[in-house]
């Protein structure tokens, strides 16, 4: 019985479509550019006499108010502007640049310096080092100096 009651509540749990939530006046403000020059979001524009951004915002209020949703509201701007309005590019088309070169960027840049420290860590043949084990013979002088420094020691 239990697992019977269980298998329909999970049915209803997976079957239940989740329900949309009104976006917020500042939600969609914030989604929005201010386009008097100040390149701050409708919402966080700080100009106290701004010729966009105060408009805006009460027809922002009026439509939430009359029941249009957020993303009505959004896509008129869209409509009205284009999507320089936009305060964060769509994901599609060229636009997806703009959500994906910052990543691309650190992993290349990762990358380098990862390359970069090898390649200071290995001894340089041009600096005349020579590999360990090599079989440079030394010249009679040096052996006399090796010999003279190992029986003070």
């Known amino acids: 019985m239990r697992i019977a009651l269980a298998a ?3 049915g209803c749990v997976v079957i239940a479509q989740p329900v949309a939530a009104q976006m917020t ?10 386009q008097c020059g100040c390149g701050l979001t409708v919402h966080s524009c700080n100009h106290t006499t701004c010729s966009f951004a105060i408009p805006v915002r ?8 009359a ?3 957020g993303e009505e509201i959004i896509a008129s701007y869209v409509d009205k502007y284009g999507e320089k309005i936009l305060s964060s590019p769509t994901p599609e088309g ?5 959500w994906f070169m910052p990543y691309a960027a650190l992993i290349v840049g990762g990358i ?10 290995r001894p340089s043949e041009a600096a005349g080092t020579e590999p ?17 420094a190992l029986e003070e020691l």
Request: aromatic share 4%; proline share 4%; with cysteine.
């Open 8 to 10: 329909v509540l999970l």
């Open 25 to 34: 006046q500042s939600e969609v403000e914030e989604a929005l550019t201010c």
């Open 58 to 65: 009460n027809e922002i209020a009026d439509a939430l108010a």
């Open 67 to 69: 029941g249009t949703p």
């Open 94 to 98: 060229f636009n997806l640049l703009a």
């Open 112 to 121: 380098l310096i990862v390359v970069v420290i090898r390649r200071w860590q």
């Open 132 to 148: 360990p084990g090599s079989s440079r013979q030394l010249s009679k002088e040096q052996r006399d100096a090796i010999d003279k």
